[in-house]
Nanobody, 118 residues
Framework: QVQLVESGGGLVQAGGSLRLSCAASGRTFSSRAMGWFRRAPGKEREFVAGIDWSSGATLYADSVKGRFTISRDNSKNTAYLQMDSLKREDTAVYYC???????????WGHGTQVTVSS
């Protein structure tokens, strides 16, 4: 099993920035990629960004391209999501995920709330 713990959420004004962190522990070698998803009130969970642990290759949802940056620190088993130019529509619970690729995930964190005010 892989355990994932998110941190860094909070309240920010539109146009501001936040950085989320996701620390992985346990059988981390079984997870080849890390990703971020989000669920806004009344909406389905959606993919935000993913990164391959080995190559560093990244994948982004169109809605966040150019504003969000995913990165990882292999030595700390930690992934990050730098969120800039935040918009009200970015308000959601953000979940960290671990998986076998940037498109297939099977481990999930408990989520961290991000609220963007106008």
């Amino acid at each position: 099993q892989v355990q994932l713990v998110e941190s860094g959420g909070g309240l920010v004004q539109a146009g501001g920035s936040l950085r989320l962190s996701c620390a992985a522990s346990g059988r981390t070698f079984s997870s080849r990629a890390m990703g971020w998803f989000r669920r806004a009130p009344g909406k389905e969970r959606e993919f935000v960004a993913g990164i391959d642990w080995s190559s560093g290759a990244t994948l982004y949802a169109d809605s966040v391209k150019g504003r969000f940056t995913i990165s990882r620190d292999n030595s700390k088993n930690t992934a990050y999501l730098q969120m800039d130019s935040l918009k009200r529509e970015d308000t959601a619970v953000y979940y960290c995920a671990g998986g076998v690729s940037t498109t297939v995930y099977n481990y999930w964190g408990h989520g961290t709330q991000v609220t963007v005010s106008s």
